[in-house]
């Protein structure tokens, strides 16, 4: 291990023929376990008598006490839960997998903050890329010491030297979001997962015949489960082009297979399955003291009507890191955007407000032609917006990118200064009254997103944008 905090190195990404290269691939484990976490979050806990044996394996934490009362403050009722996979070779069932690291600090970098919107229909998985470069703060221990602030330091290297309460307090710090749980896990129950699920299934672009991860599989679709699919989440370089952001989205997939499996495969339903799914997760989970089975079966209740259509994962906008290509920074203004859009969520989607009444009709959306212009200065904005528009029944294109401003407008062409005012009525931003465009063209509106940029009255995606590059549990595991 790298001596140097700012800059943990990781051998999972090893030579295979270098002692140290055992550990290669265990961390993206965490992705799986994580999964799971969300389908045990989401799912019906109601007979907690039936369970209570597996209950009993969680271990428990008290983050509260390490982290003090300078915190962030809640803005609305949703839930924040900070998921970690943790690589300790603590344990006989851990310490199979490298026996000369059980001594060795753990590492985690897979670390995913599962936000439930309020109302509990809806839920994302932010994941952090493990080479995040990030204010680390000064962290209380458990030994009454402190760690040593880093200004940037890698965000998986916050686990490492302070634990649990140390990632959050550096998560916070740099989103303003308040975190209220922690499930920790490590990687004893993998196998068990995905056998209890009776498999996960996944979409190969190509076939691979990888000798490190020894992963053997055909082009196109199969279901994997134990061994296999332990392979499978372990692989990098023969899959994808060899990044830890492409191997992110690819273990994006898998998790959000694996909790549209157990959604629809009755699971969740079905008293044996639950019973061996959380026997299987709970004996490698940790969590903060006031995540209690009661507090959880509680989450769980409300958020039973969810879908796998509802559950959304996303990578937090990153970019080039300008003094090291091999790290990455947060991408601006997006990640301030995405963060606000977190901190303000509201209960599930509203109506757009009622506008007062006028002498002439309003125009309904679907006789409103649009055209949407990137102002923003963030790649994909027009395209995100489009997309809301048009859930909301917009007849909409992209104008591509022009000049940037802070400021959301509205414009219209000729014949179209009613249409302007329906656009208007639903856009959150307070823009300025629509005005005439000079050459515009007649009977459409042209929106300019700017910097200021909010999301929809009535947005579909529950107050949070559509991100770009994000998956959907119930997304065909083969789209591209």
């Known amino acids: 291990m790298n001596s140097n905090p700012m800059y943990m190195e990781y051998v999972d ?22 999964g799971l976490s969300v ?27 390490l982290l003090g009362p300078n915190r962030p ?44 919107s309020p109302g509990g229909g809806q839920a994302m998985g932010i994941s952090f890329p493990r080479d995040l470069m990030v204010p680390i ?41 308040k975190i209220d749980h922690f499930m920790q896990v490590d990687f004893n129950g993998f196998k068990a997962v995905t056998e209890a699920v009776g498999g996960v299934d996944v979409c190969l672009p190509k076939a691979v015949n990888d000798p490190q991860s020894k992963l053997r599989l055909s082009k196109g679709k199969h279901t994997i489960k134990g ?17 830890d952001t492409d191997r992110i989205k690819r273990q994006q997939k898998f998790m959000g297979a694996l909790a549209s499996k157990a959604m629809s495969a009755g699971v969740l339903s079905n008293p044996k399955k639950m019973l061996d799914l959380m026997n299987a997760t709970t004996k490698s989970l940790t969590t903060d003291k006031e995540l209690t089975p009661q507090v959880m079966m509680r989450i769980g209740s409300g958020m039973q009507g969810m879908t796998s259509g509802k559950l959304r994962f996303v990578t937090a906008p990153w970019g080039a890191y300008a003094p090291d290509p091999n790290r990455v920074a947060l991408q601006q203004p997006a990640a301030d955007q995405f963060f606000s859009a977190i901190r303000n969520d509201k209960t599930v989607p509203s109506e ?23 102002a923003s200065g963030i790649d994909g904005q027009a395209k995100r917006v489009a997309d809301d528009l048009e859930q909301q029944g917009f007849q909409v294109t992209v104008g591509g990118n022009t000049s940037p401003t802070k400021t959301t407008r509205v414009m219209y062409g000729t014949g179209a200064d009613q249409h302007a005012q329906t656009v208007n009525g639903v856009l959150s931003t307070s823009p300025p009254p629509p005005a005439a465009r000079t050459g515009g063209s007649p009977g459409v509106v042209d929106l300019v997103v700017g910097s200021n940029w909010t999301p929809l009255q009535g947005s579909k995606t529950g107050g949070i944008p559509t991100q770009q590059g994000e998956v959907k549990a119930n997304d065909d595991i083969c789209k591209e």
């Open 13 to 34: 990404d090893a030579d295979e023929h270098e002692p140290s290269a055992r550990r290669r691939g265990w961390r993206v484990l965490g992705w799986v376990s994580i």
């Open 39 to 65: 389908v045990m979050v989401a799912g019906s806990l109601g007979a907690y008598a039936f369970y209570r044996t597996a209950f009993g394996n969680i271990s428990q934490e008290d983050a509260n006490a």
């Open 73 to 116: 403050k809640k803005l609305n009722s949703a839930m924040n839960i900070l998921l970690l996979g943790s690589d300790t070779r603590a344990g006989a069932g851990n310490a199979q997998y490298g026996r000369n690291m059980t001594k060795e600090l753990p590492r985690s970098d897979t670390m995913i903050l599962l936000h439930l």
């Open 137 to 177: 703060p000064s962290c209380k221990l458990k030994n009454g010491q402190s760690t040593q602030a880093q200004n940037p330091g890698q965000i998986n290297s916050s686990f490492t030297y302070g634990g649990a309460s140390c990632v959050i307090k550096t998560i916070e710090g740099f989103t303003n979001i």
């Open 227 to 243: 061994e296999q699919a332990l392979a499978y989440v372990r692989n990098r370089k023969g899959l994808g082009n060899g990044s």
């Open 352 to 374: 757009p407000k009622k506008k007062a009444s006028t002498a002439t009709p309003a125009i309904p959306p679907s006789q409103v032609r649009v055209r949407v212009f990137n």
